[in-house]
């Protein structure tokens, strides 16, 4: 059973960097494809990032591309997020997801994960 855990989330200012992490907590999701999206209020789930079960392929979302890094930890099964010269339109709920596989330009999109955490709150003030 996969159950992934964020952490890492906070306050900071633009130009500063954090990094998030998803742990799986089921130790099930080793050969998963993993991806990041983010939430701010009033808006729909937005694309951040995506990981290939073996790190063989990365995808980013425009607007974070340059400024953000997905990447898979060899400690706990766990995908992290690097994300660096964060800006306040960062501002949002992060949450990990994975699935064990999806067709082409489907890391993406939302709906090709069928599982997911509970969240993290990224907050960036001016």
């Known amino acids: 059973q996969v159950q992934l855990v964020e952490s890492g989330g906070g306050l900071v200012q633009a130009g500063e960097s954090l990094r998030l992490s998803c742990v799986d907590r089921g130790r099930t999701s080793e050969s998963f494809q993993m991806a990041w999206f983010r939430q701010a209020p009033g808006k729909e789930r937005e694309f951040v990032a995506a990981i290939t079960w073996n790190s063989s392929s990365r995808y980013y979302g425009d607007s974070v591309t340059g400024r953000f890094t997905i990447s898979r930890e060899s400690a706990e099964n766990s995908v992290a997020l690097y994300m660096n010269n964060l800006k306040p339109e960062d501002t949002a709920v992060y949450y990990c997801?994975?699935?064990?596989?999806?067709?082409?330009?489907?890391?993406?999109?939302?709906?090709?994960?069928?599982?997911w955490g509970q969240g993290a709150q990224v907050t960036v003030s001016s």
């Open positions: 997801a994975a699935a064990q596989a999806y067709a082409a330009g489907g890391a993406y999109v939302s709906s090709t994960y069928p599982y």
